[in-house]
């Protein structure tokens, strides 16, 4: 072989291995970015689910609370008496609602119908699912008892509905929700 096709065949070896090495770097660093992202994305799940379990803790007091204040004394004889009281208590219960909603939105798109390797926030985007359905179907169901109490109060015992009405939910807001879609409807039933 000559000088030159040595020289040249030894460029091309050279180039070759340029390439793949660069391409090596960059996969790697791409990798690496990547878990990089991951993990700060399973930390931000992690931080928004402590706000949302503080909150979501505070719910089923507030629903004894209502069960107590409301349910206990739903009676057609307790409405002149014991209506304003009920307002008060379920606004109390809305409220607590209202916190769980609140903390609950941010973890919507990170979690729902996403995977992750992590164990910790797998398990803290289930509780959040199993939590977020819970609070919001008892909510609903629980203002609907009390309604169809007031609608059986004013149909059967002609009450007073402009002096006692139904208790009124956002309906965009409040509704019966399965929101990751298994066909489960937690504290519905």
């Known amino acids: ?3 030159k096709s040595v020289k040249i065949i030894l460029c091309i070896v050279l ?18 970015e990547d878990r990089q992202q991951l993990q700060d994305l399973q930390n931000d799940i992690q931080d928004k689910y402590k706000g949302f379990k503080k909150e979501a803790d505070l719910f089923p007091e507030a ?6 204040n409301v349910v206990e004394n739903l009676y057609i004889e307790a409405v002149t008496e014991e209506y304003a009281g009920w307002i008060e208590a379920i606004d109390a219960y809305r409220k607590i609602v209202d916190a769980v909603l609140a903390e609950a939105e941010p973890l919507k798109d ?32 629980d203002v609907e008892a009390f309604n169809e109490f007031m609608q059986k109060y004013y149909d059967e015992y002609e009450g007073d509905s402009e002096t006692y009405p139904l208790y009124q939910l956002e309906k ?15 504290g519905k039933d």
């Open 63 to 68: 629903r004894k609370n209502y069960q107590t």
């Open 172 to 186: 965009e807001k409040y509704q019966y929700i399965d929101i990751n879609d298994d066909g489960k409807y937690i």
């Open 110 to 141: 990170l979690c729902i119908e996403k995977i992750y390797p992590d164990v910790t926030t797998k398990n803290d985007c289930e509780a959040y699912t199993i939590n977020y359905e819970t609070v919001m179907n008892y909510f609903v169901k």
């Open 15 to 32: 180039g070759l291995v340029l390439i793949v090495s660069g391409i090596g770097v960059s996969v790697a660093m791409t990798v690496k």
């Open 1 to 3: 072989m000559s000088n």
